[in-house]
């Protein structure tokens, strides 16, 4: 198979009334782009580029079909007629580009809390969930059908708003009709609980009134699962069956497939390094059940894994959702010859983070996404007067500015004194885990060479080697500490270090990466941030053999990573490798072959013998000196990334991205 061999993905397929003009479908997913309970004109602009980039389907994001499902402000209502003419300004921006919109009406059922809207969480039954834990009410009949009236509200506005489809959603991830499908859930006792029959009714009166308001002309095709993922849920056997019986009412069009609940959200959207495509075996299950077009999803990122995908009969459709956020385009480029320069998805879960934190949808290594009306990517302004710039530094921050500071037409010299590109990407790529992330500084590295970029490696310069220059851009990075104080300290912070801080077998967590992680017999991680850092030295300390304590003032290693919502997987895979965790510990004294640490809240002691290796992460020291050279000097310098102030790979490249435009 030759790049641009994908005569699968490339080719229409016949969705009920309308024709997709490819495989390739955007899936639904949250952006925070919502405001008052309406899409915005960066809602139309972050459709509208996926459109054009090739996306032949997009499915809208999830929106609420009654008032009861409100987990955070930026959610649309679905049941609201102010819904019409937003509906018409989105279709008209991706009609443009013969891609068909449909909308996603939903309620997630006991999958959420009261918090937002101070209404009772609704559900089939009073069980809880694993997340919110909050109790439930028990519906009524009465709320039932007023729940069918919201689903029916919300086809009849994306009729009257110029839609292509409704995308029936709730039987997926665990939400409220997936709640009345499974007996783990479903405990009632009317005609809404007990037999199959009955645990459908509620699907099918809401089938029944979307077919009824959408009419012949429109698609109407629903989300479900293909497993539930947890014991007592539904197998791919069970999905199968629903899927059959579903589509011989024939109200359907096409049924789409995803899998897991909050019980497992890890099935829902994976980070790395879940198997590419893990979820099409029981997908393909579903699909032999049916004659409807199935979509298939499941880390499906890149278009040779699409092509395989479509060629084995495991589905008919390509669902996307993380890989369109990286890269719009990605649709475009697969069918035009140019897979290569499609940015890949790294499964690193930035767009979750963004969402945890109430901000607009981003990604780690995309600065334009969510972000498509101020930076657009492919619409650089070129410079008005061409200028010589240095940028030193090659890690994301340096990469990004170098490339779009020399696609703007500027001279650009990028200095680096390492041997290679990609700064602290590569440190952390050393863990078996997070391998993926140096698709980040590849994919930069590869834009570099499409430049006329000179690239001096190996290559420290001081301010006197830049005088030739007429701006430079410092993304030199930054380095760890390792005087391991904590934030709960800091009148210590810099003072003198926890004694034995000074050791030679003490590292900080950046010049332990940096070395290669030189082996241990047992080892302590001592994380007083509470990021992916400690967890990254965890693992890559016990995939070399090592016995590994690892411990935090905090009360949960890592809890951060609730934001990437794998903060159990990683837990898990920590723990099977023989990690030890010591949460609520301060560290208190390091010996030559011992760690003790004291507990934060009574004082007691511990000692742990044996250590011969200790890691610190406790914060970073910005590598700014350059540049405050440069400014003495009266040079044009401008500070961007971990130089400026240690954060975030998405930070860095944000910054280079932003400097470079107004160079």
Not at 245 to 263: K, M, N
Not at 492 to 507: K, T
């Amino acid at each position: 198979m030759t790049e641009t061999a994908y005569p699968l993905l490339g080719s229409p397929l016949k969705l009920g009334p309308r024709t997709a003009r490819n495989r390739i479908w955007m899936t639904a997913h949250a952006t925070l782009l919502v405001k008052d309970h309406l899409f915005t004109e960066a809602h139309i602009a972050y459709y509208r580029s996926r459109a054009e980039g090739g996306a032949a389907v997009i499915t809208m994001e999830a929106m609420a079909a009654h008032p009861t499902t409100q987990p955070y402000k930026g959610k649309a209502f679905a049941f609201d007629p102010r819904m019409v003419p937003e509906y018409r300004k989105l279709a008209d921006a991706v009609h443009r580009h013969n891609t068909l919109l449909l909308a996603q009406p939903w309620h997630r059922g006991r999958q959420t809390n009261s918090v937002t809207n101070g209404l009772p969480v609704w559900a089939p039954s009073a069980v809880p969930c694993a997340v919110y834990r909050e109790m439930p009410h028990v519906m009524t009949t009465a709320e039932i059908a007023e729940l069918v009236h919201g689903y029916r509200l919300a086809a009849r506005y994306a009729r009257e708003g110029g839609l292509d489809g409704i995308e029936v959603h709730g039987s997926a991830h665990g939400y409220m009709l997936n709640q009345f499908l499974s007996p783990a859930t479903n405990h009632r006792t009317d005609a809404y609980g007990g037999s199959v029959e009955n645990r459908m009714r509620i699907v099918l009166e809401i089938l029944e009134a979307t077919r009824e308001e959408a009419g012949p002309d429109m698609i109407v095709g629903m989300r479900i699962n293909s497993d539930d993922g947890h014991p007592g849920g539904l197998g791919p056997q069970d999905w199968a069956d629903l899927a059959r019986r579903f589509e011989a009412t024939g109200l359907i069009d096409y049924i789409s497939c995803s899998q897991g609940t909050y019980v497992n959200r890890m099935l829902i959207y994976p980070t790395s390094p879940e198997e590419h495509g893990f979820q099409l075996g029981a997908t393909a299950q579903v699909k032999a059940a049916v004659s409807v077009p199935v979509v298939g999803v499941g880390r499906i990122v890149n278009p040779d894994e699409a092509e395989a995908a479509l060629a084995a009969g495991q589905c008919d459709m390509i669902g996307m959702a993380r890989a369109l956020v990286s890269d719009a385009r990605w649709g475009a480029k697969a069918l035009s010859g140019e897979s290569r320069r499609i940015r890949p998805c790294v499964g690193a879960n930035w767009c979750m983070t963004t969402i945890f934190a109430q901000a607009p949808i981003g990604c780690i290594h995309n600065p334009s996404a969510g972000q498509e009306l101020d930076l657009d990517e492919d619409s650089v302004t070129p410079a008005a007067r061409p200028k010589r710039v240095a940028v030193v530094g090659a890690g994301p921050a340096g990469l990004r500015a170098a490339w779009t500071a020399a696609r703007r037409g500027h001279e650009v010299t990028l200095f680096e004194a390492r041997d290679e590109l990609g700064g602290q990407v590569r440190f952390w790529a050393q863990a078996p885990s997070r391998r993926e992330l140096l698709g980040i500084v590849d994919w930069l590295s590869d834009r570099i060479g499409e430049e006329a970029v000179e690239l001096r490696l190996g290559t420290r310069v001081g301010a006197g080697d830049l005088t030739g220059f007429d701006v430079v851009v410092v993304a030199t990075g930054s380095r760890g500490q390792k005087h391991g104080w904590t934030a709960v300290r800091p009148q210590n912070w810099a003072g003198p270090p926890v004694p034995g801080a000074d050791l030679p077998h003490v590292m900080a967590y950046t010049e332990f990466l940096a070395a290669g992680a030189p082996p241990a017999r047992r080892a302590l991680v001592f994380d007083a941030m509470g990021g992916r850092q400690g967890a990254v030295v965890a693992e890559v300390l016990a995939s070399k053999g090592a016995q590994v304590d690892f411990a935090t003032q905090l009360g949960q290693p890592s809890p951060d990573l609730a934001a990437s919502r794998d903060w159990g997987k990683v837990h898990g895979m920590l723990r099977r490798a023989g990690v030890r965790f010591h949460v609520d510990r301060e560290l208190a004294e390091i010996t030559a072959d011992s760690v003790t640490l004291r507990d934060l809240y009574t004082g007691a002691a511990e000692t742990i013998s044996g250590i011969d290796r200790v890691v610190m992460v406790v914060g970073s020291t910005a590598e700014d000196a350059l540049h405050h050279e440069l400014t003495a000097a009266g040079m044009d310098s401008h500070l961007i990334g971990d130089a400026m102030a240690p954060r975030r790979v998405n930070d860095a490249i944000r910054e280079g991205e932003l400097i470079a435009r107004k160079l």
